[in-house]
């Protein structure tokens, strides 16, 4: 065994003592193996981390120090992972756990924020002044007020500012309180003047006494939201809106009516409405004349009769005859006489006169004189009608409208050609326009259509390379990905676990004399003479075996021996 081990060792120049886990990994197969599959696993596991690296989100930004220390430790508590972006503006989770988080941090209270509402006038102290509670009651309506303005989506922060005067018994010591709110906007975000205008109204009906008219919203920019009279601006935002969208309306309307006869990219319809924003308001109050007496309300109807009996009437001749003093009235006697006419009964007041001179001298004034009067007025009802008119705002004054039409595709030899529209089928455009856009003479409506060819766009617009457009690149970039993470695992099959499956499963190499037993093992057909070749075979395998195990790692055999010794003393 000496020889065999000295002739090994001239072959195989023993390994320096300085490698020593070099010769552990050569004694031991497997090990190079395990080691190399869980290199392997470890790279195709920090690859796949890496790509599913988690996207980060926005939880916060613009925290207070006090805040964002709270909301830092809370995250600590949670298990949830957090970084802050350059410069430490933003607080950032991964985006999948940002609703958790918010929801579990308002339940919390965090972040509480720069500003306090009412809950500072939870710890009054015993015997605050009374300057200092109005300050606290001020501090804590304008934190109230700040926090409702910070629930508006565009509104990032908002700060609000009270000047409430001190109430006075005169009146005319008596001032008006005012207000001015800053605004910061989320960044890139505008607000409109529907909102300026809800934040003002917002402001004005939580203090008391406080006009729309003394509220000033600035924002972050310096620009002033709202004027001091909204009555003195020229243009609102809103009008030019909804001006807007009245257009837009009759624009789709035309082209709705008119794509299905023409074709989808065939006409073009524009409108110009002019809108009247001025409130109008009449009143107007109309007299007729009376209806017929019978069916004519009466209002009031008064009336007097007034009569006198008794006195003489003045009668007679002028002269000196009538001038004298009446004689004693004297009952005459009279009886009915056959034949003979009544006098006729006279009407008070009414005297018969004789035409003799001398019965009027001889006869005594036997009738008594009398009076009488009567007035009455009456006062009919006047017929009256009063109308009361209130047009609101936005009523349409006029509409002008444009509209072009292409002119109709055909082919021609197999030639694409263009024709005009006949004058038939434009009067029938003409009038179903008309009709879509409820067209009024009387109000000053314009309408033109014209049919002229449009112009092809297409051929001097230029085409966008495929290497440029966006979604390309976005692919390319992903299947690079995939690609890189492909090729690294094709790179650890075939430079290394392959190798060294190969050398694992790789059956040893026979020693020198086994090729001669082999072949007398093949001449001889005996059963047992080739189990007996195989026994022999086994044992030189074994013997080489253990020749260059010996040879790799001399401790490990001495080790083995000495366990072998001390088993076979015990």
């Known amino acids: 065994m000496s020889s065999a081990t000295t002739a090994a060792t001239g072959a195989l120049p023993a390994m320096p003592k300085a490698w020593p886990l070099l010769d552990q990994l050569r004694a031991n197969p497997r090990l190079p193996l395990a080691i190399g599959v869980s290199a392997a696993v470890a790279l195709i596991a ?60 308002a339940s919390q209270g965090l972040p509480k924020g720069g500003t306090v509402g009412f809950e500072l006038m939870d710890n009054q102290k015993f015997g605050t002044s009374q300057f200092a509670e109005q300050v ?19 509104v990032e922060s908002a700060r609000v500012h009270l000047a409430l005067p001190k109430p006075s018994l005169f009146v005319r010591d008596q001032k008006k309180p005012s207000a001015s709110v800053v605004l910061t906007l989320h960044r890139g975000r505008n607000i409109d003047e529907g909102q300026v205008s809800a934040i003002v109204h917002l402001i004005s009906s939580s203090v008391p006494e406080l006009s729309a008219k003394s509220i000033t919203v ?46 989808t990219a065939n006409v073009h319809a524009q409108v110009a409405a002019e809108i009247d924003f001025s409130t109008v308001e009449n ?4 007299y007729r004349p009376n209806q017929d007496a019978g069916s004519a309300a009466i209002r009031s109807q008064q009336s007097s009769e007034s009569s006198q009996q008794g006195a003489l009437l003045p009668g007679g001749v002028p002269g000196a005859l009538t001038n004298q003093p009446p004689a004693n009235p004297v009952a005459p006697i009279a009886a009915d006489v056959p034949g003979q006419k009544k006098p006729e009964p006279q009407a008070p007041g009414q005297l018969k006169m004789s035409t003799e001179m001398s019965s009027v001298a001889s006869t005594p004034r036997s009738t008594t004189a009398g009076s009488g009067r009567k007035d009455v007025t009456t006062n009919y009802e006047l017929d009256r009608s009063i109308r009361h008119v209130q047009q609101g705002a936005g009523g349409i004054k006029r509409l002008s409208v444009a509209v072009v039409v292409n002119y109709r595709g055909g082919k021609s030899q197999g030639k694409p050609t263009v024709q005009a529209l006949s ?29 002229s060819p449009f ?47 190969r050398n694992y499963l790789q059956p040893e190499r026979a020693p020198a004399g086994s090729a001669a037993v082999e072949s007398a093992a093949a001449d001889n057909a005996d059963p047992e003479v080739q189990a007996q070749d195989r026994q022999t075979q086994r044992h030189l395998d074994n013997i080489q075996y253990a020749r260059e195990a010996a040879l790799k790692d001399p401790r490990m055999v001495a080790m083995l021996i000495r366990h072998w010794m001390e088993k076979k003393d015990g």
Do not use: C, H
């Open 283 to 286: 009143t107007d109050e109309k």
């Open 136 to 154: 606290n009651y001020q501090r804590a309506l304008e934190g109230e007020l700040a926090r409702s303005i910070n629930s508006i989506s565009a």
């Open 46 to 105: 920090a690859l796949w981390l890496w790509n599913r690296t988690p996207d980060y989100g926005v939880l916060y930004s613009n925290l207070s120090d006090r805040d964002g220390g709270a909301i830092i430790a809370s995250l600590q508590q949670m298990n949830i992972p957090y970084k802050f972006t350059d410069g430490g503006a933003a607080l950032l989770v991964a985006a999948n756990k940002v609703p958790e988080a918010r929801l579990r941090l």
């Open 423 to 451: 004058a038939a089928e434009l009067e029938q455009i003409q009038n179903l326009v008309k009709e879509a856009m409820g067209y009024s003479r009387e109000r000053g409506d314009t309408l033109n259509v014209v049919n």
């Open 455 to 501: 112009a092809n766009e297409t051929k001097d617009t230029p085409e966008l390379p495929v290497w440029r457009e966006p979604d390309n690149i976005e692919m390319a970039k992903t299947a690079g990905k995939y690609l890189l993470l492909g090729m690294l695992a094709l790179y650890l099959w075939f430079a290394v676990l392959r190798p060294l499956l």
């Open 218 to 263: 600035v924002d972050q920019a310096g620009n002033l939201l709202s004027a001091a009279n909204a009555g003195t601006r020229g243009l609102d935002v809103t009008q030019l809106k909804y001006a807007q969208e009245i257009e837009q309306t009759y624009i789709r309307r035309i082209e709705a009516i008119l794509q299905p006869i023409v074709g």
